[in-house]
């Protein structure tokens, strides 16, 4: 899996498999480089009536521009149903995302991420 640059400049992830989902897409910092958080619909994602989901079988993935990233399993984290979660990994690493708001950004190891570029 590895972060390009693709037509007209618009920035994508490649090699998500199809059994997999994106919860969350963003540039931390240009010191870190992207980071992906992704994992299968099935057990990632809220069920209908449900106020969130468990992300323990989640997986966060850190890499500079053009270069393989490194995938980290996630230890403890939830996606929440009004969109948005939070992920732990086995790092100890925290990341926190959420849907559009100014007041409240998202956060890597505390610090606010440059951009966002998908949060579900």
């Known amino acids: 899996m590895k972060v390009t640059i693709g037509k007209m400049g618009v920035v994508i992830v490649q090699g998500v498999s199809d059994e997999h989902t994106l919860l969350f897409f ?9 980071c992906v958080v992704f994992g299968s619909p099935e057990k990632c994602l ?5 106020n969130f989901s468990e992300l323990y079988d989640a997986k966060v993935a850190i890499g500079m521009l053009n270069a393989e990233m490194k995938v980290i399993d996630v230890t403890h984290g939830h996606k929440y149903a009004s969109g948005g979660g939070f ?3 086995k790092q100890d690493g925290q990341i926190f995302f959420r849907l559009h708001r100014e007041d409240l950004p998202c956060t890597y ?8 570029y998908l949060a579900i």
């Open 46 to 50: 809220p069920t209908e009536g449900a």
């Open 87 to 89: 992920v732990e990994t």
């Open 26 to 34: 963003a540039k931390i910092s240009e010191d870190i480089g992207y």
């Open 109 to 116: 190891e505390g610090m606010p991420i440059k951009e966002v």
